[in-house]
């Protein structure tokens, strides 16, 4: 294991549909950021994302923790 | 995160769940005192105004500003060449302009955004803006639209979604059924109509960020809109969406914020906007008109064996939350009811008629029409009675949805059945419609019975609050949800202070403020309780818990022997030994200790959706039963509904006076989508955009109503609690159209029940005063 940040990310959407893939997981720098993990996966509507851990959004500047879960989720809504 | 069972449990009388706390916002409002955001007034405000389409349909070939611009008083003129970012917004899809370049598809969109120093100078310079135009030919037919030779609004074709559901074998259900009901029904364009029209007022803050004060539904999605067409990150947009003239699912979309926005980084000063009643008319959301055809089948005994529907929904020029709409309409075109076959076909389709998105039921109230309708029709043609026919196919507890998923939830509707046939209105309904009145009038009573499931869905949604220990020791709640009339502040109050074991007066309501609360998600879906319950049921263990450490240290006990009461925290042995919340504070803020708690829950959801859907089925569905009592006069075709029974299984009962409250509302805005509020459209051009034309229910047209819970206990929402905006309008239409029928045996397939429309029904079978 190496000194990285680990996390699983969960992919929604249009993103999701886009990049054919609904989960990943990413080793991330050991001080890594939300950026970072957004700056990984070539996502194209970057600025209509959610940035989701245990039910709280995420800024870009927001650190991870090794383990983490991310949703990645476009503020899409049903009824 | 905590597990469900946790956060639903109480294991004590609750003291203010379930209690009718009195309103936060009440006394504000009906005194007048609150002020809203078309209220505010800055110093250094400039006035701005849109410079609407002039055309339906129509290309741009050229604007010019200039003579706008010289306008005196007129400070700033923006077209679409001033919008830095993604020119384009719309919640699901951003196919709608923030100001058009190429094209403009209803007379809404607008070609460019006055701001000046007064509101005369903005409306006279927005008269001065030169556009040249190639009108295009108009398409108001959604059906039409539908042809492969038809006009397009949008370059990909006119058909924005075409959605299947397919269960079992419908066709093979229809060959074995004892009777097939087909009819094609159509239900009109309502205008959401709050108090207060779209408006708001956009300023900087001293680091250069954008602040709007905008009455929405989702501060959090404005940011995200408004970010996006302005290239910067969300953070440099503060959105305060509180308070809110009325929203019904009207404010979810982007109105006036990306103008406000774009003007305010322009001008450097406060911005205000405020739609007219007229161009909140033509250029706001409005519901989806739908053109529903419906095949039913029974068996023998009036068992629900198929049911095939196609379902055309006229989204108007741009998708918003068209698509999603779509979704809940073909879930709820099966009623609360078990049918194993199913066949739906569902479009969603472009026409230049205004624009269309999220309405109080979200697709449910249209469709909820034609099955309701084909099932009386169906119990008729038996010889079964209307309510049985439903008894006899109603969801139970513990049921697999029509969409092959257990449904989750608490499921009432047969409780909500029998309700209505113990009412008042139903036992006595021969009594009542022989009750003496003029001999032109007949009375009739209806009954219809609806669903519809809260929250998104399939679709991934989360909701975070927060709580904060004041120097005073009480608790401020972050939630972002915004009040829209439905009683969330309170709730949330009522909520919290039951976590929080303290006084609802100790706990003050942070909501609707993106930099004040976390991202509760949105006020829509019936959901802004659950969410924003569910959240604070999530952030209030952890408040608690830092109370109680807290406490142990500073009076030296075990925080097992500790116990929170009121603002204090009290030795379990010896009650004179506590320490006050007030104390707390101070002991955190000397260790330099976090004084505020956060906390996030993804909300529960099945784990995909079924084919051909974006969001359905959903976990938990509210349900109700109505039964209305009319009277219709023959000579006019006017329908008086006397009165009018619900009974809705909302789950648990958070606050009594808003939930009865909420029925109240949602019934009548029902009557106008039943009976009065219809858009009516020529050619692209909206001819009803004042409510001189455009007939909205009034406090005279209110009938007698009478609410009667079924009281469920619901796994998913805070205490047992679902949701309950929308669930009372749905089967209104339907029961009021029923009742209608029942009077005068003339069946409506088109709503609403206008009196020309039931004069000329009327009229056609010759049912008038001296007729049947």
């Keep these: 294991m190496s000194n990285g940040t680990h996390v699983r990310v969960k992919i929604f959407g249009a993103p999701s549909m886009a990049l054919e893939m609904r989960e990943l997981t990413l080793e991330l720098s050991k001080d890594a950021t939300a950026e970072e993990l957004l700056n990984s996966i070539p996502i194209r509507d970057r600025n209509y994302l959610y940035i989701v851990r245990e039910g709280i959004r995420l800024t870009r500047s927001s650190k991870l923790k090794d383990g983490d879960e991310i949703l990645l989720v476009p503020p899409i809504a049903g009824g | 995160m905590i597990a469900m069972k946790e956060k639903t449990a109480l294991d004590r009388e609750p003291r203010w769940v379930g209690r009718p706390v009195s309103r936060k916002d009440g006394a504000g409002k009906v005194t007048g005192e609150t002020k809203f955001f078309s209220d505010m007034i800055m110093p250094n405000m400039l006035w701005a105004k849109a410079v609407r389409s002039k055309y339906p349909h129509a290309l741009i070939k050229r604007i010019d500003t200039a003579k706008a611009e010289a306008v005196p008083g007129v400070v700033t ?16 899809v951003p196919d709608q302009p923030a100001l058009c370049f190429d094209k403009v598809r209803y007379l809404g969109d607008s070609v460019a955004v006055v701001a000046a120093e007064s509101k005369e100078a903005a409306e006279a310079a927005a008269e001065q803006v030169e556009v040249d135009y190639a009108p295009l030919p108009v398409v108001s037919d959604p059906v039409e639209a539908m042809e492969p030779d038809a006009p397009r609004v949008h370059e990909n074709g006119n058909i924005q979604r075409h959605a299947m559901i397919r269960v079992g074998d419908v066709e093979k259900a229809f060959r074995n059924a004892s009777v097939v009901v087909e009819n094609t029904f159509r239900t009109g364009r309502q205008m959401h109509m709050f108090l207060e029209p779209e408006a708001g007022l956009g300023m900087l803050d001293e680091n250069g960020n954008i602040v709007l004060y905008v009455g929405g539904q989702s501060p959090y999605r404005d940011q995200m809109q408004v970010s996006r067409a302005l290239g910067i990150q969300p953070e440099r947009v503060r959105v305060i969406s509180t308070p809110v003239g009325g929203a019904f699912g009207g404010k979810e979309e982007n109105t006036v914020q990306i103008h406000l926005a774009l003007l305010t980084m322009k001008t450097k ?66 009623g609360p009811y078990r049918i194993p076959n199913i066949d739906i076909d569902a479009y969603l389709v472009y026409t230049n008629n205004g624009i269309a998105g999220a309405f109080r039921g979200f697709g449910a109230p249209q469709v909820n029409f034609a099955i309701e309708t084909n099932l009386n029709i169906i119990a008729e043609k038996l010889g079964i009675d209307r309510l049985e026919i439903r008894k006899k196919n109603a969801l139970r507890e513990g049921d697999t949805g029509p969409f092959g998923y257990k449904i989750e939830g608490s499921v009432g509707i047969y409780e909500t059945l029998l309700r209505a046939e113990n009412s008042d209105i139903w036992k006595y309904r021969e009594k009542y419609k022989s009750t003496s009145s003029p001999p032109w009038c007949k009375r009739g009573v209806g009954i219809a019975a609806g669903v519809k499931g809260f929250g998104f869905g399939a679709l991934p949604d989360f909701a975070a609050a927060s709580i904060q220990l004041t120097p005073a020791g009480k608790f401020v709640v972050g939630v972002s949800c915004p009040e829209i009339g439905q009683g969330a502040v309170t709730a949330y109050s009522q909520i919290a202070a039951e976590a929080l074991h303290c006084d609802i007066a100790d706990v003050y309501i942070a909501s609707a403020d993106s930099q ?3 991202d509760t998600g949105t006020s829509s879906a019936s959901m802004a309780l659950v969410r924003g319950g569910n959240a604070i049921l999530a952030a209030a263990p952890k408040m608690n818990e830092l109370l109680l450490i807290s406490a142990a240290k500073m009076i030296a006990e075990r925080e097992q022997d500790l116990v929170l009461e009121g603002s204090r925290a009290v030795s379990r042995r010896d009650s004179s030994k506590f320490v006050t919340y007030a104390e707390i504070v101070q002991f955190l803020l000397g260790t330099g200790s976090e004084t505020r708690v956060i906390a996030g829950i993804n909300i529960p959801r099945v784990d995909k959706p079924i084919e051909g859907s974006i969001e359905i089925p959903h976990l938990s569905y509210m349900y109700a039963t109505a039964v209305a009592l009319v009277e219709v006069n023959t000579l006019t075709g006017a329908t008086k509904v006397l009165r009018f029974f619900l009974s809705p299984d909302s789950g648990k009962i958070i606050n009594p006076q808003s939930y009865t409250g909420q029925c109240e509302g949602a019934i009548v805005q029902g009557l106008g989508f ?49 949701g309950l905006g929308e669930i009372g309008i749905i089967p209104v239409g339907s029961a009021i159209a029923n009742a209608i029928y029942d009077a005068t045996g003339v069946r409506l397939y088109t709503l609403p029940a206008t009196p020309e429309r039931v004069y000329m029904a009327l009229k056609e079978r010759n049912v008038t005063a001296n007729g049947s």
């Excluded at chain 2, 679409?80 to 993604?86: E, I």
């Excluded at chain 2, 053109?291 to 020029?317: C, F, P, Y």
């Excluded at chain 2, 050619?683 to 009478?706: C, L, M, Q, S, V």
């Design chain 2, 77 to 92: 003129v923006l077209t679409h060449r001033d919008v830095p970012g993604l020119n384009a917004f719309g919640i699901i």
């Design chain 2, 269 to 334: 000063r406060p911005v205000k906007m405020v739609w007219t009643r007229e161009e909140s008319g033509f250029a706001g959301l409005k519901r989806h008109p739908m053109i529903i055809t419906m095949r039913t089948a029974v068996n023998e005994d009036g068992e629900l064996l198929a049911n095939k529907v196609r379902i055309v929904a006229d989204t108007g020029a741009y998708a918003s939350l068209g698509p999603t709409v779509l979704d809940v309409a073909m879930e709820n075109s099966v």
């Design chain 2, 516 to 518: 004040l609360a976390p």
């Design chain 2, 674 to 722: 039943a009976l009065t509020e219809e858009t009516q459209i020529d050619k692209g051009i909206i001819k009803t955009n004042n409510f001189t034309t455009y007939i909205i229910p009034t406090i005279r047209d209110a009938p007698d109503i009478e609410i009667e819970p079924v009281e469920t206990y619901d796994k998913i929402g805070p205490f047992g609690a679902k």
